[in-house]
């Protein structure tokens, strides 16, 4: 067959537009259901005990907008489109954001650790070494001066060993001031003087601009193991804490159901607000789970609680819907409720 210069030109525009569609880069971020996935063959007691049912990570999938992801969001149910800033800020790029939220699921994981090992009672050691930051807030004093990875160990002389420590001493100062910041960065002692200033979305609030993991060292017995792969973010902390008490505990924790849920949680066990608890809900739902834990966040009218609520009564699931403010509360609704 031959083809005229018309036709070869014709399909070659159609080819390269076609690429376009389906790969060029827009603004916007797509979010919608990801996966739920049982926990055990994640989390690993070292001879950790059994039970009759599961418990589950539920994920949110994301990903930046092409065209054609573009328009399919926009037809198909439970994908929401946000400008790309929302989600990643800007001046950060995807591989950035990518490994601050790897890093935020270890200190999660560590979190876990202290509230299901502390809650059964079993040995646990910690040791802190000062914290790290995770992100710099763009146009804010520490631009420029301190970067994703660095191990702040002192403010003007007074030692950080966590983050609380950090955020306490600056919340006593006022926008003006200047602090003394010293820092590791890949094996290097470094200083920093910084301006402290008004956060732009928050004139109450002043600070550096940035955000913080504490560096800690947690020695368990009997060991734990973690292989959460690529999975990141901080909303899986009420589960894995759940099912470390678990396999840590004689007592089936389960009662032999199907137990997802999702929300960070602190060192002290309480449990805070996510982003997607509605695709959440959709993706437990389609997994068949029983009971499915919300952040309650106080009983605030807007609550991750109330979004799964609505959801949930949308896709007319069986499932139930079950708030928390702390891991006691959904640890004492478990062991409430009857066998299944």
């Given at each position: 067959?031959?083809f005229s210069k018309k036709?070869?030109?014709?399909y070659?525009?159609?080819?390269i ?7 060029y ?5 797509i979010?919608?259901?990801?996966n739920t ?9 070292a001879?950790?005990y059994?039970?009759?049912g599961?418990?589950?990570l539920?994920?949110v999938s ?5 065209p054609l992801?573009y328009l399919l969001?926009?037809v198909?149910?439970?994908?929401e489109i ?8 800007e001046?950060?790029?995807t591989?950035?954001y990518?490994h601050?939220?790897?890093?935020v ?9 202290v ?5 059964a ?9 000062g914290?790290?930051?995770v992100?710099?807030v763009e146009?804010?004093?520490s ?12 403010i003007?002389?007074v030692?950080?060993t966590?983050?609380?420590d ?15 910041v010293?820092?590791q960065r890949e094996?290097?002692?470094?200083t920093?003087?910084?301006t ?6 928050d004139?109450?609030?002043v ?5 913080l993991?504490t560096?800690r060292?947690?020695t368990v ?14 909303s899986a902390g009420?589960m ?5 008490y678990?396999q840590?505990t004689?007592e089936d924790?389960?009662?032999g159901?199907?137990?997802a ?9 309480n449990v805070y607000?996510?982003g997607?608890?509605?695709?959440k809900?959709?993706?437990a739902d389609?997994?068949g789970?029983?009971?499915?834990f919300?952040?309650?966040e106080?009983?605030?009218?807007d609550s ?5 609520k609505e959801?949930a ?18 640890l ?9």
């Amino acid at each position: 067959m031959r083809f005229s210069k018309k036709k070869i030109l014709i399909y070659l525009i159609f080819f390269i537009g076609l690429y376009f569609f389906a790969t060029y880069q827009l603004p916007f971020y797509i979010q919608k259901p990801g996966n739920t996935e049982a926990l055990n063959p994640i989390v690993e007691v070292a001879d950790g005990y059994t039970s009759d049912g599961e418990m589950y990570l539920v994920t949110v999938s994301g990903l930046q907008a092409t065209p054609l992801h573009y328009l399919l969001a926009k037809v198909l149910p439970h994908n929401e489109i946000k400008p790309l800033h929302e989600v990643i800020p800007e001046g950060i790029t995807t591989d950035d954001y990518m490994h601050a939220q790897l890093q935020v699921m270890e200190s999660s994981q560590e979190a876990s650790l202290v509230v299901a090992y502390e809650a059964a009672e079993q040995d646990i050691t910690i040791d802190y070494a000062g914290v790290y930051v995770v992100s710099v807030v763009e146009d804010m004093p520490s631009i420029g001066k301190l970067e994703m990875g660095d191990l702040i160990t002192q403010i003007d002389g007074v030692e950080i060993t966590e983050s609380t420590d950090l955020i306490n001493y600056v919340e006593e100062k006022a926008a003006g001031d200047r602090i003394t910041v010293n820092f590791q960065r890949e094996g290097e002692q470094l200083t920093e003087e910084i301006t402290l200033d008004h956060f732009p979305d928050d004139d109450t609030r002043v600070g550096m601009g940035i955000s913080l993991v504490t560096d800690r060292e947690v020695t368990v017995d009997p060991e734990v193991n973690f292989s959460s792969g690529q999975i990141g973010g901080p909303s899986a902390g009420l589960m894995f804490a759940l099912e470390i008490y678990d396999q840590l505990t004689e007592e089936d924790v389960t009662k032999g159901y199907e137990v997802a849920g999702t929300g960070e949680i602190d060192y002290e066990g309480n449990v805070y607000r996510i982003g997607g608890i509605d695709k959440k809900v959709v993706s437990a739902d389609r997994e068949g789970i029983d009971i499915f834990f919300a952040p309650n966040e106080d009983g605030r009218e807007d609550s991750n609680y109330v979004v799964a609520k609505e959801k949930a009564e949308e896709i007319g699931t069986e499932m139930e819907i079950v708030p928390v403010d702390t891991f006691q509360d959904a640890l004492e609704y478990l062991e409430s409720i009857p066998e299944k």
